[in-house]
């Protein structure tokens, strides 16, 4: 068999088998992604692996650069690329993808045990984000307007002294029965 028809075959071994996975995506017919553990987990990450032309002949290319993985520090990705390299030399030559993945699910915890997640500036910015909508809430609920604060509100005029457009309801309904609706078309 040449490098594509076992790609062909792999690929379709891989549709079937993780058919509704959310785990696993295809990026392309050559590129995939999976991620290892749930969501919320915060020792979960995202494989990116690419086939090269020759693949199975050739190891695939493994990635943690997924946006996903921007947590997890930069040793703890080398020691699973390491891990994972290690695991492509043991299968070289043969349809690897289910080992690999499959392999990462079952080691998670031994290649996360030394995981210590990275403070980034996102997370940082979005805690910020949280405190200050928190803050402005309360400051919404405290704040109430006095009856002489509310009278200048109703009485405001703009540039040419009059009352903003549609402030009385009264008015409205006056200039839509004397220019007529959808229903007088007919």
């Given at each position: 068999?040449?490098?594509n028809e076992?790609?062909?075959?792999?690929l379709e071994a891989l549709r079937s088998i993780y058919d509704g996975d959310e785990c696993f995506k295809e990026i392309s017919p050559v590129s995939f992604q999976f991620r290892i553990g749930e969501l919320e987990d915060t020792k979960a990450f995202i494989l990116d692996i690419a086939w090269p032309e020759m693949y199975p002949e050739?190891?695939?290319?493994?990635?943690l650069d997924a946006f996903f993985n921007n947590r997890i520090s930069a040793e703890t990705k080398h020691l699973?690329?390491?891990?994972?390299?290690?695991?492509?030399?043991?299968?070289?030559?043969?349809?690897?993808m289910y080992t690999l993945f499959e392999w990462a699910k079952e080691n998670q915890e031994a290649l996360m045990e030394n995981h210590k997640p990275v403070v980034t500036v996102a997370n940082i910015s979005s805690?910020?984000?949280?405190?200050?909508?928190?803050?402005?809430?309360k400051k919404d609920k405290k704040e109430h307007l006095t009856?002489?604060?509310?009278?200048?509100?109703?009485?405001?005029?703009?540039?040419?002294?009059e009352l903003p457009r549609g402030w009385n309801w009264v008015d409205v309904i006056k200039q839509l029965s004397k220019s007529g609706g959808r229903?007088?078309?007919?």
């Open positions: 068999m040449t490098a076992d790609q062909e075959m792999e050739m190891a695939p290319k493994i990635s699973i690329l390491s891990k994972l390299e290690e695991q492509v030399d043991a299968n070289m030559g043969t349809a690897m805690s910020n984000e949280m405190l200050t909508t928190r803050l402005a809430a009856k002489a604060q509310k009278r200048r509100l109703i009485s405001k005029k703009d540039n040419r002294g229903d007088d078309e007919a």
